[in-house]
Each structure stands twice: as structure tokens, then as C-alpha cells.
């Protein structure tokens, strides 16, 4: 069973960094590719950064492009997502999501994330930037 824990979420200022936890289990990331996703207040839920440990690819949304990095730690199976110079628009709760790596080469997940195509999901963590 694939399952996913967000963790590192909180309260900063704008400029700051946070960095995001994704604690997988049941899978292995050479069969996946990961997904961190957002949903702000209001708004739909929009794909931030995905990677594919097997393609050796990664995708973020042009606007975190050159602030946010996302990685893989192979030792603690997580998936982090660094966020450095935090605006107040980042504020949202940030999911962490799975999806099996021939499904997203098939619906071209690392060119544009589709929320509606990942199956696997965590609970979400909040992140705010004050202004």
C-alpha cells in the first residue's frame, strides 16, 4: 500500500525558506514519480514540482522556478521539497502525490501535473508567508 506523509510546514516571513518532508512507503521511487502539489485559499489545487528518479527528471511551476528544489533522499525514502524565497502568494496547504511511472510517462505528468491523475496522496501540511 503507498502511502505518504507530509511533514515541515509553517509560518514564515516573506524571503524565508522552508523545506517540505515526504515520507514514502509501500513503493519504490524507480516505479513512481512524485508530485508536490498546492491548493491556496480559494483556489485549485496546482502541481509546484514533480520528480522522476527513473528519468532523471524534474518539473516546477514557472513561478517557484529557481526558488524551490525538489529531491529525493534514497537512505530516509523521502521526497523533499526546499523553498526558499517564500512569497505571500505560496501560502497554501502543500500535498505530496504519487503516481506509477508508465501511467505518468502515458499522460506526460512531468510536462504538466494534472492533480486528477495522481492516486496516491498524503494529508497535506500548511505552509503561510506573512508579508
Known amino acids: 500500500e503507498v502511502q505518504l506523509v507530509e511533514s515541515g510546514g509553517g509560518l514564515v516571513q516573506a524571503g524565508g525558506s522552508l523545506r517540505l518532508s515526504c515520507a514514502a512507503s509501500?513503493?519504490?521511487?524507480?516505479?513512481?514519480?512524485i508530485g508536490w502539489f498546492r491548493q491556496g485559499p480559494g483556489k485549485e489545487r496546482e502541481g509546484v514540482s514533480c520528480i522522476s528518479k527513473s528519468e532523471g527528471r524534474t518539473y516546477y511551476l514557472y513561478s517557484v522556478k529557481g526558488r524551490f528544489t525538489i529531491s529525493i533522499d534514497n537512505a530516509k525514502n523521502t521526497v523533499h521539497l526546499q523553498m526558499n524565497s517564500l512569497k505571500p502568494e505560496d501560502t497554501a496547504v502543500y500535498y505530496c502525490?504519487?503516481?506509477?511511472?508508465?501511467?505518468?510517462?502515458?499522460?506526460?505528468?512531468?510536462?504538466?501535473?494534472?492533480?486528477?491523475?495522481?492516486?496516491?496522496w498524503g494529508q497535506g501540511t500548511q505552509v503561510t508567508v506573512s508579508s
Open positions: 502525490a504519487a503516481i506509477p511511472r508508465a501511467i505518468a510517462s502515458a499522460l506526460g505528468a512531468m510536462i504538466r501535473p494534472d492533480p486528477a491523475d495522481f492516486d496516491s
Open positions: 509501500g513503493f519504490t521511487f524507480d516505479d513512481y514519480v
